[in-house]
Each structure stands twice: as C-alpha cells, then as structure tokens.
T-cell receptor, first 116, second 110 residues
Framework: GAVVSQHPSWVICKSGTSVKIECRSL??????MFWYRQFPKQSLMLMAT?????????EQGVEKDKFLINHASLTLSTLTVTSAHPEDSSFYIC????????????FGPGTRLLVL | DQQVKQNSPSLSVQEGRISILNCDYT??????FLWYKKYPAEGPTFLIS?????DKNEDGRFTVFLNKSAKHLSLHIVPSQPGDSAVYFC?????????FGAGTQVVVTP
C-alpha cells in the first residue's frame, strides 16, 4: 500500500522550454504532497509543500513563478518547471502524506530532468 | 542552515558485520525521526522510524537509537547484507515537514 508514482521518469528538454512532472498517489488520498529536488551526492531538498485545493507553500530560495505547483485533487500534484535552464537539471522527487498519519511520507520514484 | 547532519558520506562494511550510521540534528523541536534507503535513480523507501518519546525501536535487522540529550540518532543494521548497499538518509520531522541529512553511502563487501 501507499504507492506514489511519477511521470515521466526521465525527461530531456531544450533550454527555455517548460516541463511538467506528475505525481500521483495510487492507493491513498494524499492531503499533502511535497516536492523535493536532489543534486548528485547531496541531500533531498524540500522545494514546496502543496495541500489539495490551495496554493503551494514554497521554501526559502525557491522561485514560485519558476516552479509551478498544482494540487488539483487528493491523488494528483503537478510540478511545472517553466523556462527551464541547464541549472534546473536535477532529480525531482515527490512524496505524499496521509491525513492523520503525518509522521510518514511515501515517496515517488523520482524524475530525472536534463535541460540542454 | 543544515539542521540534520550525516557527517559520514560513506561507510564500507563486511557482509555479516554490523553497519552503524549516525545522524545529528540541531533543532530540539523535531519530534519524529526516520531512516530512508535510496538506490540510484529511485525515490527513497522508508526503513524505520522513532518517536521522540522513545530511545530505541527495532524492526528485524534494523534498530534505531535516539539520544535526545545529545540530539543524535543512529541506525544499526545487523547482519549487513549485500542488498543493503545503498544511500541511507536520516530525516527529522516537525510541523509536518521533513528535513533530510546529506546521506551516507553504504557499501557491503563480501
């Protein structure tokens, strides 16, 4: 149980284009979803917290206009990297949290983004 | 400001021996701690957790110890197996958010 999927698993795009990454909770309702990014050999860095039906809360230093997050339903959150640049190349991971069980997060498999 | 620190970037251990991974945190408001295992190009998978009201939690080969006064937790894996080779992240939770350490790469050798 508590499976989270991400799509696509990897994407290559040209600089200046936008990329959308989907995060779905397959067998539970995720009242809260988190988006992380990870650079090679570094920690998972929280980018933003999204609650279903409301605006995402971004961590300090994360540009909300560049990383658009939508949490339209209890099973789907999307992250759109707008006007991507090579420095946005990273591994993006989402996680879902079940209401009433906030002590645990269930992670997706991640999306590898490469911006050329 | 890194509130959760794993000071050992790597650990090599022989199969069958004990692996001990360490993690320190600075914020005394954290009330829940977790360990995740991560393979390359995959998301982290939950291993074991511990609440701040406990000092030990055991699940099979995995045991987590928490020393609140020292703001330190550790993960013991015994016996270590080749499939345990991965990156291990500790995480601290407070206010519904998680802070992760930088990870420790564990290599289990035959």
């Amino acid at each position: 149980g508590a499976v989270v999927s991400q799509h696509p698993s990897w994407v290559i795009c040209k600089s200046g284009t936008s990329v959308k990454i989907e995060c779905r909770s397959l067998d539970f309702q995720a009242t809260t979803m988190f988006w992380y990014r990870q650079f090679p050999k570094q920690s998972l860095m929280l980018m933003a917290t999204s609650n279903e039906g409301s605006k995402a809360t971004y961590e300090q230093g994360v540009e909300k206009d560049k990383f658009l997050i939508n949490h339209a339903s209890l099973t789907l959150s999307t992250l759109t990297v707008t006007s991507a640049h090579p420095e946005d190349s990273s591994f993006y991971i989402c996680s879902g949290q079940i209401w009433g069980a906030e002590e645990t997060q269930y992670f997706g498999p991640g999306t590898r983004l490469l911006v050329l | 400001d890194q509130q959760v620190k794993q000071n050992s970037p790597s650990l090599s251990v022989q199969e069958g021996r004990i692996s001990i991974l360490n993690c320190d945190y600075t914020n005394s408001m954290f009330d829940y701690f977790l360990w995740y295992k991560k393979y390359p190009a995959e998301g982290p998978t939950f291993l074991i957790s511990i609440s701040s009201i406990k000092d030990k939690n055991e699940d099979g080969r995995f045991t987590v110890f928490l020393n609140k006064s020292a703001k330190h937790l550790s993960l013991h894996i015994v016996p270590s197996q080749p499939g345990d080779s991965a990156v291990y992240f500790c995480a601290a939770s407070g206010w519904g958010k998680f802070q992760f350490g930088a990870g420790t790469q564990v290599v289990v050798t035959p």
